[in-house]
């Protein structure tokens, strides 16, 4: 089986020095992960043990979905809870027992620790067992962190995921565990080019509903679809499972290669491959060649927010004709992120983690043509004259795979048309 990706470049930016920083940071919490978690998982219920600021955060980032019977809520927890005047073991037993009374269709339920829950060190862990063996086994209850204090954005994800991974089946059986949360379409669509590979046994985490439980063992293999997923790679390790370490695919080229590591592990022939992936790769090729008409030429500077920037870097110079200015990642983890790091041009400035100010001085002498940022600095640097791409909706708007990557290409190449068309009108 060759390698069906562009060989990797000389000088990728694999062994660049990192730029760490630590200082005042521009994130989400690990709540907002709840937002599309529970869209994915049909029978579950996130229930986050917090103050009024996590519930407002959850509408504000939730929009209209508030209005549609969502599966999520808090439990919010009073001054008395915070100043240890309540028994809140007890009073979150009444709150479950009321909820999966009023939903029998919830069969997995999810702690979400938040800032105060673990400032006032509820111990939800212990929750979790009584309330499973409370309610074992039409209901399976699990816990984790989505607090500032310990979770950025997607790694909500990740906590969550993590979760899961320890009380799963085990399977003495080969098979692929595809891991990360995509969009019900775009999953149909990668499980539909694997199944054209002809790799069997193949299952996704999370799945769509408790019956579809994924099996884990000493003889399955998994593969990333999110390069946010430090936590739920260490778990499936942890269980015996081995890592299918790849460039993510977003793009075509992301895309290709991502399969192309699966269709070696599996033995499929180079024809198949070939078959298989060559009108897509055409039509992904096409699509983001349009799109990215307006990139082309064009530099970027990407602020740390959902640690989708290395890879989408790597999208963007390779696939789009842009220049990378600066790649900042929350965290960078060698073992997810490597693959896309050897394949991203050399010259950009890596950074780990943030110091916001120092960070927007580099940005602002740079004067980057698109800057990739969180919603609390779009606005501002919009003032200033530069042009923005809000983060958030990367993760939020489908963007993996053949199909979706003329879209994402779209995605960064709207504001640059914006502008254009505004500066036309202004003048
Ligand atoms: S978990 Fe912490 S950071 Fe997130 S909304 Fe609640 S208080 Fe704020």
Known sequence: MTDQS????????????????????????????????????????????GSRTCAHLLQSAAGVMIFAEPRFGTAILEESDLAGLNDAHAELDREVETLLSRRPDIRQLFLVGSCPSEVIKLDLN??????????????????????????????????????????????????LV????????????????LDGLGI???????????????????????????????????????????????????????????????????????????????????????AVAQAAEALDG?????????????????????????????????YIHDAIHGPDLDLLPAGPQISEGQDVDLQLDRCREARPDLTVCGLGLANPLEAEGLSTKWAIELVFTPVHFYEQAGDLASLFARPLRRKAILGVAAE
Request: with cysteine; glycine share 8%; charged share 25%.
């Open 126 to 175: 212990r929750a979790a067992e009584r309330l499973t063996q409370a309610y074992a086994p039409k209901v399976r209850v699990l816990e984790y962190s989505g607090s500032g204090i310990e979770t950025t954005f997607t790694q909500g994800e990740d906590a969550c995921l993590a979760a899961m991974v320890p009380v799963l089946p085990k399977t003495e059986e080969r098979n």
């Open 6 to 49: 562009r060989p990797p470049i000389a000088g990728g930016c694999r062994s660049a020095p990192i730029l760490k920083q630590r200082g005042q940071r521009e994130v989400f919490c690990g709540l907002t992960g709840i937002i599309w978690l529970h869209r994915k998982m049909q029978d579950a219920f996130f229930l986050v043990v």
């Open 178 to 193: 595809v891991v990360g949360a995509l969009p019900d379409v775009v999953e149909d669509q990668m499980l539909g080019l």
């Open 200 to 286: 069997e046994n193949v299952q996704v985490l999370p799945a769509r509903t408790i019956d579809a439980d994924v099996q884990i063992g000493p003889n399955t293999v998994f593969a990333l679809t999110q390069p946010f997923l430090g936590e739920t790679h260490a778990a499936m390790l942890r269980r015996g499972a081995r890592h299918l370490a790849a460039p993510f695919p977003l793009g075509e080229e992301g895309t290709t290669a991502w399969l192309s590591v699966i269709a070696k592990e599996f033995g499929v022939s180079d024809e198949l491959f070939e078959k298989t992936t060559d009108a897509p790769r055409r039509r992904a090729r096409q």
């Open 298 to 330: 064009k530099s970027v500077f990407f602020f740390p927010d959902s640690q989708l920037e290395i890879p989408l870097a790597r999208f963007l110079t390779r696939e789009c004709g842009m220049s990378a200015i600066e790649v900042g990642m929350p």
